[in-house]
């Protein structure tokens, strides 16, 4: 069983991604704000697809990271809640000031940093994409480019203005590559 936390302020709906495929049992709890608190229709779809429990928390603003100390404040909780539960627990955000709430927890609970619910972290997607492109160099270039666009559009258009050249021979050679880590953005 699996406990999310989502800092939607940080992933919006990227962070998502892959939530319509968790099992009953998974817990979804989604901090967000005014800042940031709106669904597309696809997503809204998939959540209420997902057997998973999803839980929305709308934080109250008003000082500088009040989403990350609610967000870090109910881990505590719910780590003392369930002592008994085999939970594993992940923080779905980009913010690497969660690597010392990860830290804290480590000889106590399972808790890991990653960008989205299919429990991938930012590295493991580097290196994802370094081995499908043959170069680590590009990939961080092409992980950001893949979190930052909703559609396979504009992950392709990103990729042109980032890896430019007459023919786009080198941008269409990445987003061929990268086709199966795209699969589920909107769009052909």
């Not at 008003?62 to 085999?86: C, M, R, V, W």
């Not at 680590?136 to 890896?163: S, W």
Request: charged share 25%; net charge neutral.
């Amino acid at each position: 069983m699996n406990y999310y936390l989502v800092d939607y302020e940080n992933v919006k709906t990227s962070g998502l991604d892959g939530v319509a495929n968790l099992s009953e049992g998974d817990i979804v709890c989604i901090f967000y704000s005014d800042n940031a608190d709106n669904l597309t229709f696809g997503l809204h779809r998939r959540l209420n697809e997902s057997q998973a429990e999803i839980i929305c928390r709308k934080v109250e603003i008003g000082t500088k990271n009040a989403l990350d100390f609610q967000l870090s404040t109910y881990l505590g909780y719910i780590i003392h809640e369930n002592l008994e539960a085999p939970y594993d627990y992940y923080i779905v955000t980009k913010d690497k000031g969660f690597e010392s709430l990860v830290k804290f927890w480590k000889s106590k609970a399972n808790v890991k940093l990653v960008i989205n619910v299919t429990k991938q972290s930012e590295d493991e997607l580097v290196k994802q994409i370094a081995d499908l492109i043959g170069s680590t160099d590009d990939a961080a270039k092409v992980a950001k480019i893949i979190q930052h666009y909703k559609t396979k559009l504009g992950i392709n258009n990103a990729l042109m203005k980032t890896f430019p050249s007459k023919d786009h021979k080198k941008s269409s050679q990445i987003y061929s590559a990268i086709k199966p880590l795209i699969a589920d953005k909107k769009g052909n």
